[in-house]
Each structure stands twice: as structure tokens, then as C-alpha cells.
Nanobody, 123 residues
Framework: VQLQASGGGLVQPGGSMRLSCAAS????????IGWFRQAPGKEREAIACMTRSGGRTDYADSVKARFAISRDSTKNTAYLEMNSLKVEDTAVYYC?????????????????WGRGTLVTVSS
């Protein structure tokens, strides 16, 4: 499966943004989906994941209650809805797909990665 993340840009603190992860070559329904981010000078961070069935989602504490991961099987696209954005959310965001049913915060479990999209939160 090939993944293409999009939707990044500049947003003010407190604002909202939705990232998309369009898949091609295979159905996203066959994979667990993860969103990761990497801020300048920091390690890559797992922030959200969804099981292959879509029945369970998990979030990093840093984004819990502000971000939401979802998937639209008809469009073969995953999303990351981000609300109440903070300056510290500034990072390059990546979507990834793992050929397994369960969620994982370990990037090594994800075989397919999209190119990142930059999110900048600044006034």
C-alpha cells in the first residue's frame, strides 16, 4: 500500500486542522493505522492508532481528548482531526500502516509510511 499524507500548514494556537492519509494499491481496511509526529530536535512520537477493525483507538497522553483518528473505507483514506492546537504540536506528521490487527505505538511494526506533512502552530 502507498500512503500520502496531506493537510498540513500554518494554524494559530487554539485552532483546528484535519490531516488526511490517502491510500492506494491496497485497502486500508487490511491494516492497523498509526499517526506519528516528529518535532525539530526531538524523537519521533506515536500519537494515535486505530486497529484494523476500526473498533479501537489509542492516543498519546499529549493529544488525548484533542485529536481523533478515523478512517473512511469508501475513500480509502484515514484522517487525524486535531483540535485545540498548541505551539508544541508543531511537527512533521506521518501516517503509517501495519499489516496486523492490533494497535501499536512502536514504529517498527509499521511497514508502510507516507511522506510527512508539516503542521506549524504559531500566532
Amino acid at each position: 500500500v502507498q500512503l500520502q499524507a496531506s493537510g498540513g500548514g500554518l494554524v494559530q494556537p487554539g485552532g483546528s486542522m484535519r490531516l488526511s492519509c490517502a491510500a492506494s494499491g491496497s485497502a486500508l481496511d487490511y491494516y492497523a493505522i498509526g499517526w506519528f509526529r516528529q518535532a525539530p530536535g526531538k524523537e519521533r512520537e506515536a500519537i494515535a492508532c486505530m486497529t484494523r477493525s476500526g473498533g479501537r483507538t489509542d492516543y498519546a497522553d499529549s493529544v488525548k481528548a484533542r485529536f481523533a483518528i478515523s478512517r473512511d473505507s469508501t475513500k480509502n483514506t484515514a484522517y487525524l482531526e486535531m483540535n485545540s492546537l498548541k505551539v508544541e504540536d508543531t511537527a512533521v506528521y506521518y501516517c503509517a500502516a501495519a499489516p496486523q490487527p492490533i494497535c501499536s505505538g512502536d514504529g517498527r511494526n509499521y511497514r508502510y509510511w507516507g511522506r510527512g506533512t508539516l503542521v506549524t502552530v504559531s500566532s
